[in-house]
């Protein structure tokens, strides 16, 4: 089966997916019926050819990635704040948020997009890249060799990153947030094995996909570590800085990585997309019908999956439980 090219995020109560520059985000509201928007995003490099460049799209595309997430997650998120403010269960409030969303200010938006990124972005090389390094540098007394030191920090970043899902995993909202995060990856799943797009046969499809995200942040951490094996220097702050300035080129490596891993079928490529399909069993939930019907709601506004399948002269296989 070819690759299909359909990518996608869970959001709060719904399904993101997108299939070149349009994208769909589907939410379930507390009503029960299912709400859509479909938009197009060009992305912060549209049209410029230093975007499609090897690596450097890695990071261009997480970027984006983040904006977009950021921006469907408020969509999402905008149905239950209005049902936890509106007691009274008030329908003409509830529609007419719904017929201002597109007319708020785009400006502030954007602005408040861009510091939310900004924070979350440094948070992150704060906790997963510098805060390692910190604790690893404790015990340069005790262990001479860099090499160690470097394993070390490598190890306690991984059990970061480990126990940072681990954490969050236990929370009741997001369980259900990875619950929508299996019914993504189930659809896409079931379009690339060439089945109709269904809730039986997406319910039968694997929940772990070889390009989602959290195997893209899980080789991010593994790529880090071989990375800073190589860099040697006595001064504190160069070391500090060789991290910062290496965080974009190692996330445009696990870029690549996961792009040749979604058409692979080598059996190298498998093997090492493993460790980070297994993790995918915490980040991913078995999903309920209702949330595979909004993940098949989103996939429709963006993909002609029937036409896809048309054009695949392959067999129509059974769903391969991994």
Same mark, same amino acid.
């Given at each position: 089966?070819?690759?299909?090219?359909?990518?996608?995020?869970?959001?709060?109560?719904?399904?993101?997916?997108?299939?070149?520059?349009?994208?769909?985000?589907?939410?379930?509201?507390?009503?029960?019926?299912?709400?859509?928007?479909?938009?197009?995003?060009?992305?912060?490099?549209?049209?410029?050819? &230093?975007?499609? @460049?090897?690596?450097?799209?890695? +990071?261009?595309?997480?970027?984006? =990635? $983040?904006?977009? *997430?950021?921006?469907? #997650?408020?969509?999402?998120?905008?149905?239950?704040?209005?049902?936890?403010?509106?007691?009274?269960?008030?329908?003409?409030?509830?529609?007419?948020?719904?017929?201002?969303?597109?007319?708020?200010?785009?400006?502030?938006?954007?602005?408040?997009?861009?510091?939310?990124?900004?924070?979350?972005?440094?948070?992150?090389?704060?906790?997963?890249?510098?805060?390692?390094?910190? &604790?690893?540098? @404790?015990?340069?007394?005790?262990? +001479?060799?860099?090499?160690?030191? =470097? $394993?070390?920090? *490598?190890?306690?970043? #991984?059990?970061?990153?480990?126990?940072?899902?681990?954490?969050?995993?236990?929370?009741?909202?997001?369980?259900?947030?990875?619950?929508?995060?299996?019914?993504?990856?189930?659809?896409?799943?079931?379009?690339?094995?060439?089945?109709?797009?269904?809730?039986?046969?997406?319910?039968?499809?694997?929940?772990?996909?070889?390009?989602?995200?959290?195997?893209?942040?899980?080789?991010?951490?593994?790529?880090?570590?071989?990375?800073?094996?190589?860099?040697?220097?006595? =001064?504190?702050?160069?070391r500090i800085m060789a991290r910062l300035i290496m965080v974009p080129v190692i996330a445009g490596c696990a870029y690549e990585f996961i792009r040749l891993a979604g058409r692979s079928e080598s059996a190298l490529v498998h093997l090492l997309s493993m460790p980070g399909m297994a993790l995918q069993r915490m980040t991913t939930k078995e999903p309920d019908d209702s949330m595979i019907e909004v993940g098949i709601a989103s996939v429709e506004a963006v993909f002609d999956w029937k036409e896809f399948l048309k054009k695949e002269s392959v067999p129509r296989p059974g769903a391969e439980k991994?």
């Open positions: 089966m070819s690759y299909s090219g359909i990518g996608g995020q869970a959001v709060m109560e719904g399904v993101m997916m997108k299939n070149g520059s349009r994208y769909a985000v589907a939410v379930r509201k507390p009503d029960g019926d299912i709400v859509m928007e479909a938009e197009e995003y060009q992305g912060i490099l549209a049209g410029k050819k &230093i975007g499609t @460049l090897p690596f450097i799209r890695g +990071v261009i595309n997480f970027i984006d =990635s $983040l904006i977009l *997430g950021m921006k469907t #997650l408020n969509y999402s998120a905008s149905f239950y704040e209005e049902d936890e403010t509106d007691d009274s269960g008030s329908k003409n409030r509830r529609k007419e948020k719904e017929n201002d969303q597109k007319g708020r200010d785009q400006k502030k938006e954007s602005a408040m997009t861009g510091i939310t990124m900004a924070i979350s972005m440094a948070a992150a090389i704060v906790i997963f890249m510098l805060i390692p390094y910190f &604790i690893s540098s @404790l015990f340069a007394e005790v262990i +001479v060799s860099r090499i160690l030191l =470097s $394993l070390l920090e *490598g190890g306690i970043r #991984l059990a970061v990153f480990l126990g940072y899902i681990l954490l969050i995993s236990r929370l009741k909202e997001i369980q259900r947030v990875f619950m929508y995060h299996g019914a993504e990856h189930k659809c896409i799943n079931c379009i690339e094995q060439g089945l109709e797009l269904n809730v039986e046969n997406v319910r039968k499809s694997s929940r772990l996909h070889k390009r989602c995200g959290t195997s893209f942040l899980f080789l991010v951490m593994f790529i880090s570590i071989i990375f800073f094996l190589f860099i040697h220097t006595d =001064s504190g702050v160069m991994l």
